[in-house]
């Protein structure tokens, strides 16, 4: 069982920067591949990083390379989104996400999710 509490959200400018943190709980932290999805009113949930157990693979949305950058630090059961030049259109409840194994960009291969933080980005 894991347990993902993210924190970090709020409201920033077009152009500006927010950090995402994604603290995990359970002892097997690096077993597990991590990935940011988010959810805008009235979309489904879409893809946004993942990163590996050992932090060797990330991958990312079109829509946010180069801007985004996902990383983790397994000593402290944490994953971060680091979120740059963000956009108006990056308005989203945020989720983090843990499946056992190889990263995934699909929603449906996550087995635990975290409650969700707003990013909210104003033009």
């Known amino acids: 069982q894991v347990q993902l509490v993210e924190s970090g959200g709020g409201l920033v400018q077009a152009g500006g920067s927010l950090r995402l943190y994604c603290a995990a709980s359970?002892?097997?932290?690096?077993?597990?591949?991590m990935g940011w999805f988010r959810q805008a009113p009235g979309k489904s949930r879409e893809f946004v990083a993942a990163?590996?157990?050992?932090?060797?693979?990330?991958t990312y949305s079109d829509s946010v390379k180069g801007r985004f950058t996902i990383s983790r630090d397994n000593a402290k059961n944490t994953v971060y989104l680091q979120m740059n030049s963000l956009k108006p259109e990056d308005t989203a409840v945020y989720y983090c996400?843990?499946?056992?194994?190889?990263?995934?960009?699909?929603?449906?291969?996550?087995?635990?999710w975290g409650q969700g933080t707003q990013v909210t980005v104003s033009s």
């Open positions: 996400a843990a499946r056992w194994g190889y990263t995934s960009s699909y929603t449906g291969g996550y087995d635990y």
């Open positions: 990163i590996s157990g050992s932090a060797g693979s990330t």
């Open positions: 359970g002892r097997t932290f690096s077993n597990y591949a």
